[in-house]
């Protein structure tokens, strides 16, 4: 009971957020450009601070757990069969792979895993480890694709010139790449910040997720194609969550438990967090970079549904209490 009161209770800002956009878009209440003014705002502004603040304050080493190897392994395959399944049977181009990839194997680690993690595991230690390895170590990936993938292509099929160059400079023409790299640097150096400073990320970096959930409710609201008119079929949503919500965590479960003979608490942490849902941000970087939004809406809004069994099952075979 303890258990599924804890998935109601990360679940459902996720749910009401995403209704109260789909009702704002419904109605008129926001205007026709609101989605993709909230979009810039979450890309440009409240997510670089958010992401700021959570590593400026963290530990890279943490990495080193065993643990991360377990998660970093199911990510990294599942991820990878994402782009390849999207783009071999679903005819995706490079960047809208990389959505397919994100769809599959990018977790909701922040809003859902942590009150999930304080009441199944006890603490979100394991959880923060995660939010790292995303923000520092797949994210770049998955924006580098984007960003390769959707350089303009001349009349005659032909790439611009400066691909290089533009390769090395995106770090600071993408504000998700730079605040992480700051942080970094920040946490490195072991600089304190003023107060002042650090406080009004925590505020503008707290409207990060209740936006992009917003967001996400105002793209229900206007149909199931992209501006690109492309519609994300179920078969392709339902091979993004199958891979999200069972390949992932059994994966997880493999490396974790038979091959690196991880503790039982250690093997729950993994295959939990591996469980969790597609994270909103694939939604977001579909929008900011004017690809698909179909895929990554449904397979959030599935998957977010589809977890729910995934992470109680999860939950009562490898628990303390099986």
């Known amino acids: 009971m303890a ?18 956009g789909y009702a704002a878009g419904r109605g008129g209440l926001l205007g026709e450009q609101a989605e993709s003014v909230l979009g810039r705002f979450v890309f440009h502004v409240a997510m670089p601070a958010a992401l700021f603040t959570m590593v400026s304050g963290s530990r890279p080493a943490s990495f080193a757990h065993p643990s991360m190897v377990a998660f970093a392994a199911g990510t990294a395959l599942v991820s990878g069969l994402g782009y390849a399944v999207g ?15 994100m769809a599959s194997g990018y977790v909701n680690s922040a809003n859902l895993g942590i009150p999930v993690a304080v009441q199944v595991l006890g603490d979100a230690s394991f959880v923060a480890q995660v939010i ?81 959930l917003i967001t996400l409710g105002l793209s229900l609201h206007g149909g199931p194609a992209d501006g690109t008119g ?10 993004a969550v199958a891979l999200k919500t069972l390949v992932q965590p059994l994966v997880a479960f493999v490396v974790a438990g038979p091959l690196l003979h991880l503790p039982d608490h250690q093997v729950l942490a993994v295959v939990l967090c591996s469980a969790l849902p597609t994270a909103q941000n694939a939604f977001i970087y579909a929008r900011q970079y004017g ?23 999860a939950t009562w075979a490898l628990g303390p209490s099986r």
């Open 3 to 20: 258990v599924m009161h804890a998935l109601l209770s990360g679940f459902a800002p996720i749910w009401i957020l995403t209704a109260i």
């Open 87 to 101: 783009r071999r049977f679903f005819g995706r181009k490079r960047a809208d792979g990389a959505i397919s990839s």
């Open 132 to 212: 790292l390895f995303q923000v520092l170590l797949v994210s770049p990936v998955i924006l580098t694709l984007l960003d390769s993938g959707t350089q303009a292509v001349g009349p005659a099929g032909e790439r611009p010139s400066g691909g290089l160059r533009r390769m090395l400079t995106m770090p600071v023409r993408n504000p998700v790449i730079m605040a992480s790299l700051l942080g970094v640097a920040v946490s490195l150096s072991g600089l304190r910040l003023p107060a002042a400073v650090t406080h009004s990320c925590d505020v503008l970096g707290a409207a990060a997720v209740p936006t992009a």
């Open 230 to 239: 492309r519609v994300a079929g179920r078969t392709e949503v339902g091979v």
């Open 291 to 313: 690809l698909d939004t179909g895929l990554a809406r449904n397979s959030v809004v599935a998957s977010t549904v589809v977890s729910m069994v995934t992470l109680s099952f």
